[in-house]
């Protein structure tokens, strides 16, 4: 399963001209296989310089990187909570999102429509943090209702799962978001049955106009304030850029100075959100694949991501970490160093880890 993103932001802020920008590197990635779920669902690849090494130094049949689902939805507005332009059922589908990319328009070009009035990137990014603030709440007072009918028969999981959501219902009424409050021991499912818009990390894309560099400082402290991550990018050049051939678009970025791709940089940054660690699993002839996990999952976690089958057979893993597997040349170099490690199944993962599993099957 690959790990989900979800772009947010008021209309004309320039979603889906970054989602289009986006699905535009996808489609030209090297061997990647595009694909469109749906319109607004885009799979992209997650480059990894170190599974080329990998694969080049053990002699592998293909590259394949692991993927972030990308999902665009329409302009929140003030009142979406309440369902105001469908804004409910947008709100439902970035709810099962791993992160949040939020677009705010900072570029004052006159020929695009401001939904509310003037380009201020502070009030509107306050304007869909309220909403989304809003809607955590909505749903969390609509859960308190049913779970304390369910304690009162004494229920202990009830029990738990009430206590932790009166706090989080007092939190978000208090205007603090969801992540403000630590998750139950006693009700681990609470906030997974919730998971609310709220406590998952939070990338700000300030689109910002051409010739333009730097996230505004206002932007800069309010982001830091939020806890979020905040880049600029001039979306429209992008997209622009995006739809050139490589080769044409590096000539572009050159004669117009833009620098690296602020996509790189979204992706990027989108990823380094989730805090995941990257693992591979590569053999001769055979495909080189990198998966990703959140740090201090174990061994069995990771061949879980690979095969269900692979989990339930798991035996033992062979690990050795990237760098030693370059610096010795391959896996026979490895193992007459002694490198390549037996591991169990709790075995507490590393970035950059190259493994294979024996499994019964
Ligand atoms: N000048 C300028 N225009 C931009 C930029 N990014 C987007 N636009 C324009 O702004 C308009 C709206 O962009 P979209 O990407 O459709 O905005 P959106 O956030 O998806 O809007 P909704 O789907 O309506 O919520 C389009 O006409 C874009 O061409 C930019 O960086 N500079
Ligand atoms: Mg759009």
């Not at 772009?7 to 061997?31: D, M, R, Y």
């Not at 791993?98 to 003037?118: E, N, S, T, W, Y």
């Not at 509107?124 to 603030?133: A, F, M």
């Not at 940089?265 to 055979?286: M, N, S």
């Amino acid at each position: 399963m690959p790990m989900k993103v979800g772009i947010v932001g008021l209309p004309n802020a320039g979603k889906s001209s970054l989602f289009t920008a986006l699905t535009h590197v996808a489609a030209e990635a090297a061997n990647y296989p595009f694909t469109t779920i749906e319109p607004n669902v885009a799979i992209v690849p997650v480059p990894d310089p170190r599974l080329e090494l990998v694969a080049e130094c053990v002699g592998a049949s293909n590259v394949v990187h692991d993927t972030l689902e990308v999902h665009d939805i329409a302009g929140l507005v003030e009142g979406a909570h309440k369902g105001e332009g469908l804004g409910n059922r947008f709100l439902a589908n970035i709810r099962e999102t791993d992160a949040i990319i939020h677009v705010v328009r900072a570029h004052d070009d006159p020929g695009v429509v401001h939904p509310v009035g003037d380009v201020d990137p502070i009030a509107d990014l306050t304007t869909i943090e309220t909403e989304l603030l809003l809607a955590d709440l909505e749903q969390a007072e609509r859960r308190l209702d049913r779970v304390a009918r369910q304690a009162k028969s004494g229920d202990a999981e009830a029990v738990a799962d009430q206590a932790w959501l009166e706090k989080i219902v007092e939190a978000l009424s208090d205007g603090r978001p969801a992540s403000s409050v630590p998750p139950s021991k006693d009700a681990p499912n609470a906030i997974r049955d919730l998971s609310p818009l709220t406590a998952k990390p939070v990338l700000i894309v300030v689109n910002i106009g051409e010739g333009e560099e730097g996230v505004p400082a206002d932007v800069a402290a309010h982001a830091a304030e939020q806890g979020a991550v905040a880049i600029a990018v001039c979306i429209r050049l992008e997209a622009e850029l995006g739809a050139l051939d490589e080769q044409e678009a590096a000539e572009m970025r050159e004669e117009l100075e833009a620098g690296e791709s602020g996509l790189g940089r979204v992706l990027r940054g989108a990823f380094d959100l989730l805090d995941l660690l990257a693992f591979f699993t590569a053999g001769e002839d055979k495909p080189a694949q990198s998966w990703h996990l959140p740090r201090g999952r174990s061994a069995w976690e990771a061949a879980g991501q690979i095969h269900s089958d692979i989990q339930d057979g798991f035996v033992r893993a062979e690990v050795i970490g990237c760098d030693q597997l370059l610096a010795s040349g391959g896996y026979a170099g490895a193992r007459d160093k002694g490198q390549l490690r037996i591991e169990g199944r709790d075995y507490v993962m590393q970035d950059g880890d190259v493994i294979s599993i024996r499994f019964t099957p």
